[in-house]
């Protein structure tokens, strides 16, 4: 078994939805096949996340600041150790209001298509 440490470094960061993403699964480094994709997101202070939807079911986990969370039409504040559920094909975004940096590690991954497809 090979151990994978990713840290979370400057020159690991790429701009994507609209904030800084550091992608860790998949990496173009790491070939390690997962079943799910991860990322850490830094969304400064006034920033905001582009507003999206996919086809896959994610989940946030709130590590640093706070924010305010927008899945569809309900909109709810969120801070460190929350854990949001955000359903496949909803349209989200996270917005940062606050004077400090919202930290948080996303996971996503496929939901089944119902009849196994």
């Not at 701009?15 to 699964?25: E, F, K, M, P, W």
Request: net charge negative.
């Amino acid at each position: 078994m090979k151990m994978y440490v990713q840290k979370l470094e400057p020159e690991f960061i790429v701009n994507d939805y609209g904030v800084q993403l550091r992608y860790l699964y998949p990496n173009q480094d790491i070939t390690v096949p997962t079943p799910f994709e991860a990322a850490w997101v830094i969304v400064e202070s006034g920033q905001s996340t582009d507003p999206h939807h996919h086809h896959d079911a994610e989940t946030f986990f709130i590590v640093e600041g706070s924010g305010v969370m927008n899945i569809d039409d309900e909109a709810r504040a969120i801070g460190k150790g929350d854990v949001v559920y955000i359903p496949a094909f909803s349209k989200h975004q996270i917005s940062n209001p606050h004077d400090a940096r919202l930290v948080f590690i996303t996971v996503s991954w496929d939901i089944p298509q119902e009849g196994g497809q």
